[in-house]
């Protein structure tokens, strides 16, 4: 299969590996011409994982988005959920009927993206599906290297529009193997998404520490016994918010990452990421995507629409103040919110319907 991976990421590189390993055809693009020149050069990636460190040709590199997406059946694109807006502006004259892009995770981006297309003139039928999380865990090494610790094994995956999802889903599964789950729709696929849970008390509650030492690894110093008890509580309105909206079980509660095999990233996920050594990291707190796209993405859109389904969610909300309070930043105003989206004033029924038809 033709496979167009966009960004310039951990996941992204991710993607372009195993995707290439596993026999499809990958157009890798990157905007930054500079950055991406090791891998224009030599036309490899080097990755490290359980099976050791070789280098992974890939078909095309480029910095021509026009190039990447031109004929690929998927489009991957692991970018951060505040770069989604400009990508779908600059993907807008390019694709064609019959495309999918897939978001993982997606953060509602695929709504946001497909407004975009639509307002830059873009008539083509393609999907936009979003996933519960990055399907790899990972950290790029080097200008061309990759370590990836571990890889999903259940990825629940929401289609905009929802006509689309089994043609979508079909070719989606061609790059992820058993992986892929389908769930209602595309609002369903964002409130799987587990970045939002997992990383804001992380950040949150270990701002004085991020901020006093160089480097700091969130998911092993900063994972004790409150945080995770925020973790919960957070993750359960996250879950009240789906039921009430009509989302139905498996709601893949975060406990099961820490406490079982049957989350998104299987068996002992959590303790190979800490293992990696590779999150004992520097941060900074008001830059660190955890801060820019869970906080004030993910966060935010989890207390808009709350309010908007008339959903308590206590924790979310203070933590989206508190968070706030410490980057200098209103992210219910900045962030991505039903208002910032021009979702506020649909009924349910409203928003069932376009989520189902599309715009």
Not at 110 to 124: E, H, I, T
Not at 215 to 243: C, F, M, N, Y
Not at 349 to 357: D, I, P, Q, R, V
């Amino acid at each position: 299969m033709k496979i167009a991976v966009l960004g310039g990421g951990n996941g992204s590189y991710a993607a372009a590996v195993d995707m290439s390993e596993a026999g499809h055809e990958v157009r890798f693009w990157r905007r930054d011409a500079a950055a991406l020149a090791p891998v224009l050069e030599s036309g490899t990636i080097t990755v490290r994982d359980f099976k050791g460190v070789r280098d992974v040709k890939i078909a095309k590199p480029t910095t021509d988005l026009g190039e990447a997406v031109r004929g690929a059946e998927l489009i991957v694109a692991p970018v951060p959920a505040f770069a989604q807006e400009d990508l779908a502006a600059a993907l807008a004259p390019h694709l064609t009927d019959g495309q999918v892009i897939y978001l993982p995770p997606g953060t509602f981006g695929s709504y946001l993206m497909m407004k975009v297309l639509r307002a830059k003139g873009c008539k083509a039928d393609v999907a936009i599906a979003e996933t519960g999380t990055l399907p790899w865990l990972t950290r790029k090494r080097g200008p061309n290297e990759v370590a990836i610790t571990t890889r999903a094994t259940r990825l629940p995956t929401g289609v905009f529009p929802a006509r689309l999802t089994d043609k979508a889903i079909k070719v989606i599964s061609a790059a992820f193997p058993g992986a892929i789950e389908p769930v209602e729709d595309a609002l369903s696929g964002a409130l799987m998404n587990a970045g939002p849970i997992i990383h804001p008390p992380l950040i949150i509650m270990s701002a004085a520490p991020i901020e006093h030492f160089p480097r700091w690894d969130i998911h092993k110093e900063g994972t004790q016994p409150s945080v995770r008890r925020v973790h919960d509580a957070l993750d359960a309105e996250r879950i009240a918010l789906r039921e009430a909206l009509g989302y139905k079980a498996p709601h893949f509660p975060l406990a099961d990452h820490y406490k079982t095999s049957n989350w998104m990233y299987g068996q002992l996920a959590h303790d190979k990421l800490v293992d990696s050594g590779d999150w004992h990291e520097h941060l900074d707190l008001k830059t660190h995507r955890y801060l820019q796209e869970d906080v004030g993405m993910g966060l935010a859109l989890i207390v808009s629409l709350g309010e908007w389904a008339s959903v308590p969610t206590p924790v979310a909300a203070g933590l989206l103040a508190i968070a706030g309070a410490a980057s200098g930043n209103d992210f219910r105003k900045t962030g991505r919110t039903m208002e910032t989206l021009g979702l506020a004033g649909e009924t349910r029924e409203s928003l069932s319907a376009m989520l189902g038809k599309g715009i």
